[in-house]
């Protein structure tokens, strides 16, 4: 009996430990008919499946509680399901509707791990697909394919990406949901982050400090990695690119692999570009840029959790465009030998997601490094620092219904600034900040129209600095100081569905931004220009209402938003219109109540009896005023892009072939600033041809392009460049080459 009685409870535990959630079922098209290769992805496992040769499809190993599942395939809109699981096997059968310009995305960039249609806040996804993005050696200039989106440029290899009139530290920059820390207050400071391994980029236009914190009161961009390789599956590419304008080469190349549980991979990647050539042919002395990249990752997936661990890293050689490096460097190359600028930044980055029966914990951390270098004269450093930081947060899901979400949680970082080795410049002085805070987040779906977002936040920031110089020399001198700064911040929101076709969206969110090192203790010469700050600046605070409209149908979609952003004490850099004894141009930290208001529109047609074409158009206005009456300085022009893209299956040698033709044209900027020049409007045109070539068994992805195709000689309002009376590159010819290879396993049941 007592044998029995323990055989029976060894079989209860084999199958209370063994019994696992299972999700399978079938993906058809409008038709009926099986859709082989379709993509079924759960983005909080990081983990998925592809269909079949008759559309069948399994997951396993899936944890307890609410799953959101996306099913995708080429040409179809997406779908996303929500499956609530306790231990058991579900059948999930699919059928995906044919589209040529509707695909509501998951986004992890938000408030919860939902689609975009979901959000209050809109969060634009860009794709990485050479089909539809730019091919140029500035990768910040492909974000502007977004409406609402600019850069501040100094060239190919220096810019910073502009949301809706706000920059620098205005908005965050995360590297696959971490803050990315690389000096990155100053317009003369590049992005730090190539697209290579970037499956897409996620966008919210608006402030997200409730998310986020401080340096998000403008907006977020988020670098979302790529998804690992199918289990049982080797995957690799090898991507070159070649451009006229630059004499530039990139090289870079990918692997990825995966088990059933673990995965990996590791990617490499090298750029060169010599001096760009302006608009008329003359070259810009001293933008030659090169840069070198390594990126590698590791994973573990079970239902009882996902744990990934990231590591990135960057160097980075950067000419500076200054008076003395235009008068030294008399012909064209690509070393850097005289007045360039250095970065070295290790990213190192740990996220992991446990499954605690109806609850679900993230917690992630970082640590980067980056080290900022100028050099002067050959060999001679003219300033050496270096910036450390630690992130880490914690977020509990709470237990929640099919149609409510909500979350608590726990987020900090401590970072240093240390001036190394003694160098002639200390531009910023050693200093050390901490910041914690602590927020909660509510959801919640009436009626199965609306969708109710809301929630709050509170910060509190410490900055310590040391003193430099000697208080009897007020030329040098910079006092100690020590700030600490608390703010709550929050938003309310909500989505209508009028209909399956129109989505209507408003939201109100309180944000803050504290000042920087920089903007507190600058005093001394920054590249071509002379900065000063005020250690006496108060934190931002800004009250943002968005309103936008989103209505789709097959063919067709359009979108309109509008803005009106109120920042209390917006701090931004302007000239003062003096210059120091050598004539070197004084700009200073100010101050000022402020608005900023405009919005986008955007139109999307594929017309039925043109399969093959598409039309697309968006316009962005943004324009920014001081409360006195003055223009708020470094605002984009008023802009308009219009793309026509055929897409064919055949083109001669070519499979899914494609021809595009892009216009962007920018209005007279005459807002300008006190003490800032207006600028004249322009046009350009691009064209690009591309598609998949198949030599024997091996396919290759290649496409040429020809941007500022009638070499254009302009000056866009937020090139820096015109401060030394250089314009913006010219034409451009460039040849992007992508080959892909694979070491697959005989198995129905890939999973990514």
């Given at each position: 009996?007592?044998?029995?009685?323990?055989?029976?409870?060894?079989?209860?535990?084999?199958?209370?430990?063994?019994?696992?959630?299972?999700?399978?079922?079938?993906?058809?098209?409008?038709?009926?008919?099986?859709?082989?290769?379709?993509?079924?992805?759960?983005?909080?496992?990081?983990?998925?499946?592809?269909?079949?040769?008759?559309?069948?499809?399994?997951?396993?190993?899936?944890?307890?509680?609410?799953?959101?599942?996306?099913?995708?395939?080429?040409?179809?809109?997406?779908?996303?399901?929500?499956?609530?699981?306790?231990?058991?096997?579900?059948?999930?059968?699919?059928?995906?509707?044919?589209?040529?310009?509707?695909?509501?995305?998951?986004?992890?960039?938000?408030?919860?791990?939902?689609?975009?249609?979901?959000?209050?806040?809109?969060?634009?996804?860009?794709?990485?697909?050479?089909?539809?993005?730019?091919?140029?050696?500035?990768?910040?200039?492909?974000?502007?394919?977004?409406?609402?989106?600019?850069?501040?440029?100094?060239?190919?290899?220096?810019?910073?990406?502009?949301?809706?009139?706000?920059?620098?530290?205005?908005?965050?920059?995360?590297?696959?949901?971490?803050?990315?820390?690389?000096?990155?207050?100053?317009?003369?400071?590049?992005?730090?982050?190539?697209?290579?391994?970037?499956?897409?980029?996620?966008?919210?236009?608006?402030?997200?400090?409730?998310?986020?914190?401080?340096?998000?009161?403008?907006?977020?961009?988020?670098?979302?990695?790529?998804?690992?390789?199918?289990?049982?599956?080797?995957?690799?590419?090898?991507?070159?690119?070649?451009?006229?304008?630059?004499?530039?080469?990139?090289?870079?190349?990918?692997?990825?692999?995966?088990?059933?549980?673990?995965?990996?991979?590791?990617?490499?990647?090298?750029?060169?570009?010599?001096?760009?050539?302006?608009?008329?042919?003359?070259?810009?002395?001293?933008?030659?840029?090169?840069?070198?990249?390594?990126?590698?990752?590791?994973?573990?997936?079970?239902?009882?959790?996902?744990?990934?661990?990231?590591?990135?890293?960057?160097?980075?050689?950067?000419?500076?465009?200054?008076?003395?490096?235009?008068?030294?460097?008399?012909?064209?190359?690509?070393?850097?030998?005289?007045?360039?600028?250095?970065?070295?930044?290790?990213?190192?980055?740990?996220?992991?997601?446990?499954?605690?029966?109806?609850?679900?914990?993230?917690?992630?951390?970082?640590?980067?490094?980056?080290?900022?270098?100028?050099?002067?004269?050959?060999?001679?450093?003219?300033?050496?620092?270096?910036?450390?930081?630690?992130t880490y947060e914690a977020k509990l899901h709470l237990?929640?219904?099919?149609?409510?979400?909500?979350?608590?949680?726990?987020?900090?970082?401590?970072?240093?600034?240390?001036?190394?080795?003694?160098?002639?410049?200390?531009?910023?002085?050693?200093?050390?900040?901490?910041?914690?805070?602590?927020?909660?987040?509510?959801?919640?779906?009436?009626?199965?129209?609306?969708?109710?977002?809301?929630?709050?936040?509170?910060?509190?920031?410490?900055?310590?600095?040391?003193?430099?110089?000697?208080?009897?020399?007020?030329?040098?001198?910079?006092?100690?100081?020590?700030?600490?700064?608390?703010?709550?911040?929050?938003?309310?929101?909500?989505?209508?569905?009028?209909?399956?076709?129109?989505?209507?969206?408003?939201?109100?969110?309180?944000?803050?931004?504290?000042?920087?090192?920089?903007?507190?203790?600058?005093?001394?010469?920054?590249?071509?220009?002379?900065?000063?700050?005020?250690?006496?600046?108060?934190?931002?605070?800004?009250y943002e209402t968005d309103l936008s409209i989103h209505?789709?149908?097959?063919?067709?979609?359009?979108?309109?938003?509008?803005?009106?952003?109120?920042?209390?004490?917006?701090?931004?850099?302007?000239?003062?219109?003096?210059?120091?004894?050598?004539?070197?141009?004084?700009?200073?930290?100010?101050?000022?109540?402020?608005?900023?208001?405009?919005?986008?529109?955007?139109?999307?047609?594929?017309?039925?009896?043109?399969?093959?074409?598409?039309?697309?158009?968006?316009?962005?206005?943004?324009?920014?005023?001081?409360?006195?009456?003055?223009?708020?300085?470094?605002?984009?022009?008023?802009?308009?892009?219009?793309?026509?893209?055929?897409?064919?299956?055949?083109?001669?040698?070519?499979?899914?072939?494609?021809?595009?033709?892009?216009?962007?044209?920018?209005?007279?900027?005459?807002?300008?600033?006190?003490?800032?020049?207006?600028?004249?409007?322009?046009?350009?045109?691009?064209?690009?041809?591309?598609?998949?070539?198949?030599?024997?068994?091996?396919?290759?992805?290649?496409?040429?392009?020809?941007?500022?195709?009638?070499?254009?000689?302009?000056?866009?309002?937020?090139?820096?460049?015109?401060?030394?009376?250089?314009?913006?590159?010219?034409?451009?010819?460039?040849?992007?080459?992508?080959?892909?290879?694979?070491?697959?396993?005989?198995?129905?049941?890939?999973?990514?």
């Amino acid at each position: 009996m007592k044998k029995i009685f323990i055989v029976c409870v060894l079989v209860l535990v084999y199958h209370s430990l063994n019994a696992q959630n299972k999700i399978a079922g079938k993906i058809t098209d409008q038709n009926n008919l099986p859709l082989p290769g379709a993509t079924i992805f759960i983005s909080d496992m990081n983990k998925g499946t592809i269909s079949d040769k008759d559309g069948n499809y399994e997951l396993i190993n899936i944890p307890n509680g609410k799953n959101r599942i996306q099913f995708s395939f080429v040409g179809f809109a997406n779908r996303i399901e929500t499956v609530e699981l306790s231990g058991e096997a579900i059948k999930l059968s699919i059928l995906l509707k044919q589209t040529a310009v509707e695909a509501d995305e998951v986004v992890v960039s938000g408030v919860y791990n939902s689609t975009q249609h979901n959000n209050a806040v809109k969060i634009d996804v860009l794709k990485l697909d050479p089909h539809t993005i730019k091919i140029t050696p500035n990768f910040s200039e492909v974000l502007t394919q977004v409406p609402g989106v600019d850069m501040i440029s100094k060239g190919s290899g220096v810019s910073k990406p502009v949301i809706r009139g706000l920059s620098m530290n205005d908005i965050l920059v995360l590297n696959n949901g971490v803050r990315f820390e690389n000096y990155q207050y100053s317009s003369h400071h590049p992005l730090g982050i190539d697209e290579f391994g970037i499956e897409d980029v996620e966008i919210i236009k608006g402030p997200a400090s409730l998310l986020y914190g401080s340096d998000a009161i403008g907006g977020v961009i988020n670098f979302i990695k790529e998804k690992p390789a199918p289990v049982g599956n080797i995957l690799g590419d090898y991507n070159l690119q070649l451009f006229s304008n630059t004499l530039g080469m990139t090289n870079n190349f990918g692997m990825k692999g995966a088990s059933k549980k673990f995965f990996g991979g590791v990617r490499a990647g090298q750029k060169t570009n010599a001096d760009f050539l302006q608009g008329g042919g003359a070259y810009t002395p001293n933008s030659r840029f090169n840069e070198y990249s390594v990126k590698a990752n590791a994973g573990f997936t079970d239902k009882i959790g996902t744990f990934k661990l990231f590591y990135d890293f960057n160097n980075q050689k950067l000419g500076l465009v200054e008076d003395e490096a235009i008068e030294l460097i008399t012909g064209r190359g690509r070393k850097n030998d005289i007045f360039y600028q250095e970065l070295n930044t290790h990213l190192i980055s740990s996220q992991n997601k446990l499954y605690l029966r109806r609850f679900k914990l993230d917690i992630n951390s970082a640590y980067q490094n980056t080290e900022l270098i100028h050099f002067g004269e050959e060999n001679v450093y003219e300033l050496q620092m270096k910036l450390a930081t630690l992130t880490y947060e914690a977020k509990l899901h709470l237990p929640s219904k099919e149609n409510s979400e909500y979350i608590i949680g726990f987020q900090g970082f401590n970072q240093t600034n240390t001036n190394l080795n003694d160098r002639e410049t200390i531009l910023l002085p050693d200093a050390t900040t901490n910041n914690y805070s602590a927020f909660g987040l509510f959801q919640y779906t009436f009626f199965s129209k609306l969708k109710l977002q809301t929630g709050i936040r509170y910060d509190n920031k410490f900055i310590s600095t040391q003193t430099i110089g000697i208080s009897y020399e007020p030329a040098t001198y910079r006092p100690a100081i020590d700030k600490t700064y608390g703010s709550f911040s929050g938003s309310f929101g909500a989505t209508y569905n009028l209909s399956e076709n129109m989505l209507f969206r408003a939201n109100f969110a309180a944000a803050y931004r504290t000042p920087n090192l920089a903007e507190l203790t600058s005093n001394g010469q920054h590249e071509t220009r002379y900065e000063i700050g005020d250690n006496n600046l108060v934190p931002e605070n800004a009250y943002e209402t968005d309103l936008s409209i989103h209505y789709h149908k097959e063919n067709f979609t359009f979108e309109l938003a509008g803005f009106y952003n109120m920042i209390n004490n917006y701090i931004f850099i302007s000239p003062t219109g003096d210059t120091t004894s050598s004539g070197i141009y004084i700009y200073k930290y100010m101050q000022s109540n402020s608005a900023l208001f405009g919005g986008e529109a955007g139109l999307h047609i594929h017309p039925k009896p043109i399969e093959w074409l598409h039309f697309e158009t968006t316009f962005s206005s943004v324009i920014g005023k001081q409360n006195n009456g003055d223009y708020i300085p470094f605002v984009p022009a008023h802009k308009i892009r219009i793309e026509l893209r055929a897409e064919k299956e055949k083109l001669l040698f070519l499979q899914k072939a494609f021809v595009s033709v892009y216009t962007t044209t920018a209005f007279n900027q005459k807002n300008a600033a006190p003490d800032e020049t207006t600028t004249s409007g322009y046009s350009l045109l691009d064209l690009s041809i591309g598609g998949n070539i198949k030599i024997q068994n091996q396919l290759m992805s290649v496409s040429i392009s020809a941007n500022n195709l009638f070499d254009t000689k302009y000056i866009d309002h937020l090139s820096t460049l015109k401060e030394v009376g250089l314009f913006n590159p010219g034409r451009n010819i460039a040849l992007n080459l992508r080959i892909p290879f694979s070491i697959t396993k005989n198995d129905n049941n890939n999973t990514l």
